[in-house]
């Protein structure tokens, strides 16, 4: 079965750039999204399509997926960022998503 | 505004049912797919079920297949979860979420509570 995998863990010091990174063979060839949840709260879309920003999403928050591992950056990070992050990919056979296990980002 | 408000949620022997509730607002509701998606606690993003926009198809993930009904009613504005042979494991808040036109969960419900004890 398709298995995301993420590093449970990613701290940064604030005004510092986070990668949380999201890994699969080749996931590269698949579209991948990426949720913020924040303690007590629903997830929340961050980042769709590798690279693109919902409306009212900071531009501090940016994508990228090639190869085998895509990634989640965010420029300039801020206190409220903290938040556990997800990435996402639809199954192959296209029939039903998949998340990865989950980054929590502590800010120092 | 857009809004999912999820709702049914509670403690329940094992063994039990549960239906919960997902009321839609703020959007042509009968245009979106919907899922729910799991979350048990301390744990991450489990996807349980979709629907179509129209309630023709339907899929569920392997561990509540044969025991939980996903469906939809698209003259309320509302999609539900029937919930059947609760286990200890279907423990964890449920959220709905809406399917967007990007393939991504663009929309959450706030999430319900459901507790399976005995």
């Known amino acids: 079965s398709f298995v995301l995998t993420q590093a449970p863990s990613v701290s940064v010091a604030p005004g510092k750039t986070a990668r949380i990174s999201c890994g699969e063979n080749?996931?590269?060839?698949?579209?991948v999204h990426w949720y913020q949840q924040k303690a007590g709260q629903a997830p929340a879309l961050v980042i769709s399509y590798d690279s693109d920003r919902p409306s009212g999403i900071p531009e501090r928050f940016s994508g990228s997926n090639s190869g085998n591992t895509a990634t989640l950056t965010i420029s300039g990070v801020e206190a409220g960022d903290e938040a556990d992050y997800y990435c996402?990919?639809?199954?192959?056979?296209?029939?039903?998503?998949?998340f990865g296990g989950g980054t929590h980002l502590t800010v120092l | 505004q857009v809004h999912l408000v999820g709702s049914g949620g509670g403690v329940v022997h094992p063994g039990g049912s549960l239906r919960l509730s997902c009321a839609a607002s703020?959007?042509?509701?009968?245009?979106?797919?919907m899922h729910w998606v799991r979350q048990a606690p301390g744990k991450g993003l489990d996807w349980v079920a979709i629907i179509s926009y129209d309630g023709s198809d339907r899929n569920y993930a392997d561990s509540v297949k044969g025991r939980f009904t996903i469906s939809r009613d698209n003259s309320k504005n509302t999609l539900y979860l029937e919930m059947n042979s609760l286990t200890i494991d279907d423990t964890a808040v449920y959220y709905c979420?809406?399917?967007?036109?990007?393939?991504?969960?663009?929309?959450w419900g706030q999430g319900t509570l459901v507790t399976v004890s005995s």
């Open positions: 080749n996931i590269g060839s698949k579209s």
């Open positions: 703020g959007f042509t509701f009968s245009d979106y797919p």
């Open positions: 979420t809406r399917e967007g036109i990007r393939d991504a969960f663009d929309v």
């Open positions: 996402q990919v639809w199954d192959p056979r296209g029939d039903h998503p998949v």
